[in-house]
Nanobody, 124 residues
Framework: QVQLVESGGGLVQAGGSLRLSCTAS????????MGWFRQAPGKEREFVAAISRSGKSTTYADSVKGRFTISRDYDKKTVYLQMNILKPEDTAVYSC?????????????????WGQGTQVTVSS
């Protein structure tokens, strides 16, 4: 059974930082590209960041470029999202996803597995 479990969310003031983690089990972690998505209340889910199967290629939404960094640890089967200079508009439930494939993908429909999400709230 595949599981993706996110952690690290919380309440932070604008300008602060958080690091999200997503630990995978039940799949061959090295065979999957990974992504982070977020959904704010009343809004559609949106792409945040993705990393390739090899870890050598990453892609980001324009809204987070330069502030967020995605990385992965194969030994820990974990993907991270380091979020700096947080803004109130970053408030959302953040979910990680796994896709059997080489390259990082921005389209949520392309992903095979999803975590339950972790809440991030940025106060002004």
């Amino acid at each position: 059974q595949v599981q993706l479990v996110e952690s690290g969310g919380g309440l932070v003031q604008a300008g602060g930082s958080l690091r999200l983690s997503c630990t995978a089990s039940g799949l061959d972690f090295g065979s999957y590209s990974m992504g982070w998505f977020r959904q704010a209340p009343g809004k559609e889910r949106e792409f945040v960041a993705a990393i390739s199967r090899s870890g050598k290629s990453t892609t980001y939404a324009d809204s987070v470029k330069g502030r967020f960094t995605i990385s992965r640890d194969y030994d820990k089967k974990t993907v991270y999202l380091q979020m700096n200079i947080l803004k109130p508009e970053d408030t959302a439930v953040y979910s990680c996803a796994a896709r059997a494939g080489l390259v990082p993908i921005t389209r949520g429909k392309e992903y095979d597995y999803w975590g339950q999400g972790t809440q991030v709230t940025v106060s002004s």
